[in-house]
């Protein structure tokens, strides 16, 4: 402490301030503390980071708020604003390898997605939403010629931001940019696993140009520092990614001090659906990519594949073989696609699961640990499942699926929509108006048609049910970042 050299295994040499990040400066947790983050491929600590209390909050919350009043929100024009993300999109390009390596260490994704995958769409994001920031204006509305209204969108100023730790930088990029893009300022908490890359982040935000005090980074864990900022009096508004249990406190918390804003991004158990006149090869591919992707470390994870009977055998054939084939393993490696679970409590949770699925279903496929150390676990896949079986209905977050077929089509509608969370869906088939109805009746915020997970700023992303509130990405994001103030102007009606 406080620098943290790392010597990546790709032979990259790093420097990671571990501290927390406020007001443009890296500080010690006024108590002093620190905790470990540990590398998930061999489960040894990587080396201490500051740990946030409710009274580092509080600095990182006046440092917001002075810069919202004095440098940021309206004081800076939106092409400014726009000016400092596109700046810090060309830096994250610049750092694409460390970022990437970083990232790699910390979170235990493989290298290679980690830079093609992670930092890219970081930058995109960034880009994007710098594209945004003067372009969010208000509407004139014409109601007569006796009046003027219209409405400024307006920033709403200090957010709290909270992020997990399965893609911590472009969770990241996810919660700046609109928030920035539309004059707020930001308290964010790095999730416990995973605080190194957004640290290194904060050294590129002071290379770009940001004032101090418009971007604070604290680290930290979730009942401590992150039940600070969703209590805080001073904090405007909130944005959580992460599980639906902590989701509902969250806004226990909101709802009990100051009604601050929320809006919430939780979990999921999404259906695949695989119709028999899908192109099989590419229906296996995307499916086996929906579900095992960053090790089954993602909210909208294709968790429940429902396969047309007439061709499930075929299915399970390719899709076991496809599985079997996927490289899990040191995330340095040129060629590994699935690296450890995050942390050993993620392995555990994991683990109970497969056991559960033991009992209740057949385990066609993996269910057990990969090599001797860190927290690598094969592809898994479970068969003859019964609809209210635990593996079947909860979010499992590691790369364990469940396969049924259907025959049905009625039916599968109903199974598919029987559950809690509403976070995404996917349907393949090469019949255009079947795959597009089936779309339109899954209850999910995104549902994607022959393929799965992709995701581009352009585009809305976040769910119905249990699966959260509000929309991240794309323009509708800005909705959740600002205020819509009317504003009625008299031009010659007379007092009555
Ligand atoms: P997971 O169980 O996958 O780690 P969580 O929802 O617990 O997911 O964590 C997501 C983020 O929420 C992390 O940054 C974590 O520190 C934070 N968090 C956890 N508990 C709380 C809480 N009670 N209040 C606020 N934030 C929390």
């Avoid at 740990?51 to 800076?76: H, M, Q, Y």
């Avoid at 994991?350 to 094969?378: P, Q, T, W």
């Amino acid at each position: 402490m406080p620098t943290l050299n790392l010597d990546l295994p790709n032979g990259i040499k790093s420097t990671v301030q571990a501290e927390l990040f406020i007001n443009n400066k890296f500080v010690p947790a006024l108590d002093g503390k620190t905790f470990a983050t540990v590398n998930p491929s061999n489960g040894k600590e990587i080396g201490q980071v500051a740990e946030a209390s409710a009274k580092d909050v509080d600095v990182a919350v006046k440092a917001a708020r002075e810069a919202f009043d004095t440098v940021w929100g309206e004081n800076t024009p939106g092409d400014a604003r726009g000016k400092l993300l596109m700046k810090l999109a060309d830096l994250v390009e610049e750092h694409v390898d460390e970022l990437a390596a970083i990232e790699s260490l910390d979170n235990g994704k493989a290298f290679s997605i980690a830079k093609g995958f992670d930092v890219a769409a970081v930058a995109a994001n960034l880009r994007y939403y710098g594209g945004w920031a003067d372009k969010n204006h208000g509407k004139v509305m014409e109601v007569d010629t006796k009046r003027l209204n219209y409405t400024r969108h307006e920033p709403i100023g200090v957010c709290g931001q909270i992020i997990p730790w399965n893609f911590p930088l472009l969770m990241f990029a996810w919660k700046l940019g609109p928030a920035l893009a539309t004059g707020n300022t930001i308290v964010l908490k790095t999730a416990e696993q995973t605080p190194l890359s957004a640290l290194k982040m904060c050294e590129l935000i002071v290379e770009a140009g940001f004032p101090a005090g418009v971007v604070n980074v604290v680290s930290g864990f979730g009942p401590v520092a992150g039940a600070a900022i969703s209590q805080h009096m001073d904090i405007d508004k909130i944005a959580f990614t992460g599980s639906t249990l902590v989701g509902r406190n969250i806004m226990k918390a909101a709802a009990s001090t100051n009604l601050k804003k929320v809006t919430l991004e939780l979990g999921g158990k999404s259906p695949n659906i695989v119709f028999k006149d899908a192109d099989l090869d590419q229906a296996v591919r995307w499916s086996a990519f929906g579900i095992m992707f960053n090790h089954g470390q993602c909210c909208c994870a294709g968790s429940r594949v429902y396969v047309e009977e007439s061709i499930y055998d075929q299915f399970m054939e390719k899709m076991t073989a496809y599985c079997k084939g996927l490289q899990v393993g040191d995330p340095f490696a040129e060629n590994t696609f699935q690296g450890p679970q995050v942390s050993q409590l993620q392995y555990d949770r994991i683990m109970e699961y497969i056991e559960s699925g033991k009992k209740d279903a057949n385990l066609h496929l993996g269910g057990v640990r990969k090599g001797n150390e860190g927290y690598f676990i094969e592809p898994t896949i479970f068969t003859d499942v019964p609809h209210d079986a635990k593996i079947a209905k909860e979010e499992i977050f590691g790369p364990v699926v469940v396969v049924s077929k259907f025959k049905d089509e009625k039916d599968l509608i109903r199974i598919a929509n029987d559950s809690i969370y509403g976070l995404a869906a996917a349907v393949f088939s090469r019949d255009v108006s079947r795959a597009l109805e089936t779309a339109h009746k899954l209850k999910a915020g995104t549902v994607w048609v022959n393929c799965y997970n992709m995701l581009v700023p352009q585009v809305p992303f976040g769910g119905y049910k249990a699966s959260g509130i509000g929309r991240e990405l794309g323009e509708y994001a800005l909705a959740n970042y600002t205020n819509i103030k009317a504003v009625h102007v008299n031009l010659s009606i007379p007092a009555p």
